[in-house]
């Protein structure tokens, strides 16, 4: 008798097992879109960018630890392992290739930012939080609050990538005043979040020393990192609610991936993730991609390349057919990151903290 009285409920058995099977197939709509986005880059990786590149590092570090930890559950879930498996191996050898390029095309900018294209540079959350409504700024800035050439030179500071062999963990007045300035909207916030996760990974153990304002003086590092996403959160829900553009779909990716690296688990919900597999090109497995404009691109970058001292902001290049290097290596890397947290669900002893 008492064997039966532990038994579940019948409608709990089957409710369990449709939640599997619906997991199942959201890894499988994951695979197969990573599958087409690994496809691109063995098409373009002489042409990647290095935030494209810095995208597909991202996902290679997801990967690994989503092989290394893939919940040993049934033979469908095994077989999805042997997929990723495969998936992974294509990937090694396309970002081989791809960061040779990038060393050869752009040396300058590959020096400064080569410990970002090492997989192991980059930690996968291993326990999770949300994000609170609370945090949320009562109005922010209309403009962005930094320029990319700030923004890139505190990462190499962080990095120790400023001059050769120079000190790692340098946060100077101006970096530490940006990268904590409340307000802040769209990318500004997202690179300021980005900022912090670096110093992290980098192993930087103080970015506030030397902050002497009173209201801050109580800030860890995780606070900044609570409300920037709760911000980023925020931001999300109001692009969704004002449907989705041209404009605002990439700094909606971005914030997923870049949230989602910190451990936000709310971040990776089922109808955004829909949103972004329905923007993935078919034909060519990007995300981003304009046909209407590709000559008008291929015109633009003969004109960039007779304005050699102009400032181009890498992460908008546009490549021959039409893709966004940038929209590509966000959607990608937010895509290995639902993958994780779909793999953390299924496995019981790893289900995101509540």
Same mark, same amino acid.
């Given at each position: 008798?008492?064997? $039966? ?11 369990? $097992? ?10 499988? %709509?994951?695979?197969?879109? *990573? !599958? ?13 960018? *290095? ?92 403009? &962005? ?6 923004? %890139? ?29 409340? @307000? ?8 300021? *979040? ?16 030397? %902050? ?22 925020? $931001? ?9 553009? &041209? ?14 690296? $910190? ?13 972004? #597999?329905?923007?993935?090109?078919? &034909?060519? @497995?990007?995300?981003?991609? %304009? ?24 992460? &908008? ?6 893709? !966004? ?13 639902? #993958?994780?947290?779909? *793999? ?11």
């Amino acid at each position: 008798m008492r064997t $039966a009285a532990l038994r579940p409920p019948a409608a709990l058995v089957l409710f369990g $097992a449709v939640l599997c099977a619906s997991r199942a197939e959201v890894i499988d %709509d994951l695979l197969g879109s *990573l !599958s087409r986005g690994v496809s691109f880059l063995e098409r373009q990786h002489e042409h990647i960018n *290095l935030d494209g590149a810095v995208g597909f590092v991202m996902l290679q570090a997801e990967l690994k630890e989503a092989v290394r930890t893939w919940p040993h559950t049934d033979p469908v879930s095994w077989a999805q392992r042997t997929t990723a498996v495969a998936l992974l191996s294509r990937l090694d050898q396309s970002l081989d290739k791809a960061v040779a390029a990038l060393r050869l095309n752009d040396p300058k900018y590959y020096r400064e930012f080569e410990p970002l294209l090492t997989w192991t540079f980059w930690m996968i959350p291993q326990e999770w939080r949300s994000t609170d409504p609370s945090l949320v700024y009562p109005s922010t800035l209309t403009s &962005e609050c930094y320029d990319e050439q700030l923004s %890139d030179k505190c990462l190499t500071l962080l990095l120790g990538t400023w001059k050769m062999n120079g000190t790692p963990c340098i946060v100077t007045k101006p970096c530490r005043d940006t990268m904590t300035r409340f @307000g802040c909207p769209h990318y500004s916030l997202s690179h300021q *979040l980005l900022y912090f996760m670096i110093g992290r990974m980098k192993g930087c153990n103080n970015l506030l020393k030397g %902050d002497t304002r009173a209201s801050r003086q109580n800030m860890t590092e995780q606070n900044y990192q609570d409300i920037f996403c709760s911000n980023m959160m925020k $931001a999300n829900q109001d692009i969704v609610a004002n449907g989705l553009t &041209e404009q605002t779909v990439d700094i909606f990716i971005e914030n997923i991936l870049i949230c989602g690296l $910190a451990g936000f688990s709310d971040f990776h919900k089922t109808d955004w993730l829909q949103h972004i #597999l329905r923007l993935q090109d078919d &034909e060519v @497995g990007c995300f981003g991609r %304009d046909k209407s404009f590709i000559s008008q691109i291929i015109g633009d970058e003969l004109l960039e390349q007779l304005q050699p001292h102009r400032r181009v902001k890498r992460r &908008e290049k546009i490549l021959p057919d039409g893709c !966004s290097s940038h929209m590509t290596a966000v959607a990608v890397g937010a895509l290995g990151g639902y #993958l994780n947290f779909h *793999l953390t669900e299924q496995d019981i002893t790893k289900r995101p903290l509540s």
